[in-house]
């Protein structure tokens, strides 16, 4: 899932990430005799502090930030340290 917040810095982001993250957390799902609790891995990205972007640098910053997150066991938020570059 992508989820684009134009306008919203890296630390807003990171709050509307952790919302999700606690709603899931809290979820669970039933089949039959089985209960399963869900978690969610999440990374961010920003463009706030960069002059120009492609969306898919910014994409590819995310997509390390999630990459991060799983390494680091999951259910986690993490935003990409390496920040994409500009093209």
């Given at each position: 899932?992508?989820?684009?917040?134009?306008?919203?810095?890296?630390?807003g982001?990171?709050?509307?990430?952790?919302?999700?993250q606690?709603?899931?957390?809290?979820?669970?799902?039933?089949?039959?005799?089985?209960?399963?609790?869900p978690?969610?891995?999440?990374?961010?990205?920003?463009?706030?502090?960069?002059a120009?972007?492609?969306?898919?640098?910014?994409?590819?910053?995310?997509?390390?930030?999630?990459?991060?997150?799983?390494?680091?066991?999951?259910?986690?938020?993490?935003?990409?340290?390496?920040?994409?570059?500009?093209?």
């Amino acid at each position: 899932v992508l989820i684009l917040m134009p306008h919203t810095p890296v630390q807003g982001a990171h709050a509307v990430a952790q919302r999700i993250q606690q709603k899931i957390n809290k979820s669970s799902l039933k089949v039959g005799s089985y209960e399963a609790h869900p978690t969610i891995s999440i990374g961010i990205s920003s463009s706030a502090s960069l002059a120009a972007i492609s969306f898919g640098d910014l994409a590819k910053a995310a997509a390390r930030g999630l990459a991060g997150a799983v390494r680091a066991g999951g259910n986690r938020i993490f935003a990409d340290e390496e920040r994409a570059e500009a093209s």
